[in-house]
């Protein structure tokens, strides 16, 4: 079993950035392909970014430009960069762990932008 663990998340102004992190409790963090999503209220939950193991990035279209994945794999820990925020992109975000059939996800962080 792979515990993943969100943080980062909180309140921000319109244009601002956060920096979210996602630590992985596995001795193979490096096999895994990585990834963000994240669901409004009211919403389904849509990908965001994700990055494999190899280090190849995917961007959904609304952030690309803004957001940057990224992972450290001597820390297994997988980072996502938000820059210039948006109101719409006020979501509970959730850390994604997937390989083949195994899949894993974190408890989400808030992440609310408002002025």
């Known amino acids: 079993q792979v515990q993943l663990v969100e943080s980062g998340g909180g309140l921000v102004q319109p244009g601002g950035s956060l920096r979210l992190s996602c630590a992985a409790s596995?001795?193979?963090?490096?096999?895994?392909?990585m990834g963000w999503y994240r669901q409004a209220p009211g919403k389904q939950r849509e990908l965001v970014a994700t990055i494999t193991s190899g280090g190849t990035t995917n961007y959904a279209d609304s952030v690309k430009g803004r957001f940057t994945i990224s992972r450290d794999n001597a820390k297994k820990t997988t980072y996502l960069q938000m820059n210039s925020l948006k109101p719409e992109d006020t979501a509970v975000y959730y850390c994604?762990?997937?390989?083949?059939?195994?899949?894993?996800w974190g408890q989400g962080t808030q992440v609310t932008v408002s002025s």
């Open positions: 596995t001795t193979s963090f490096t096999i895994y392909d």
């Open positions: 994604n762990l997937h390989r083949g059939i195994l899949n894993y």
